[in-house]
Nanobody
Framework: QVQLVESGGGLVQTGGSLRLSCAASGGTFSNYAMGWFRQAPGKEREFVAAISSSGRSTAYANSVKGRFTISRDNAKNTVYLQMNSLKPEDTAVYHC?????????????????WGQGTQVTVSA
């Protein structure tokens, strides 16, 4: 059983930056591909970014490409999401997720474990 705990959310102005962290425990972190998803009020959960178990492969939603960067430190059992040039439409609860596979996926249904989420609010 893998436990995931996100941190780093908060309130930021348009154009600002935040770095989210997701600490994993209870499993062999390097065996899991990781993803970030977000859900805004009244909207469905959407894919943000994903990274393979080794960190060599990444994928991004078109809406964040060029602004967000996903990375991981397998020695620290942590995945990160660096968010730059934030926009009000980035406001959401951000969840990290782990899937028991080496390669990435943009499909939330393929992820096995989820964190509780961290709130990101971008003011206009």
């Amino acid at each position: 059983q893998v436990q995931l705990v996100e941190s780093g959310g908060g309130l930021v102005q348009t154009g600002g930056s935040l770095r989210l962290s997701c600490a994993a425990s209870g499993g062999t972190f390097s065996n899991y591909a990781m993803g970030w998803f977000r859900q805004a009020p009244g909207k469905e959960r959407e894919f943000v970014a994903a990274i393979s178990s080794s960190g060599r492969s990444t994928a991004y939603a078109n809406s964040v490409k060029g602004r967000f960067t996903i990375s991981r430190d397998n020695a620290k059992n942590t995945v990160y999401l660096q968010m730059n040039s934030l926009k009000p439409e980035d406001t959401a609860v951000y969840h990290c997720a782990a899937r028991g596979a080496f390669y990435i996926s943009e499909d939330a249904s393929t992820y096995d474990y989820w964190g509780q989420g961290t709130q990101v609010t971008v003011s206009a």
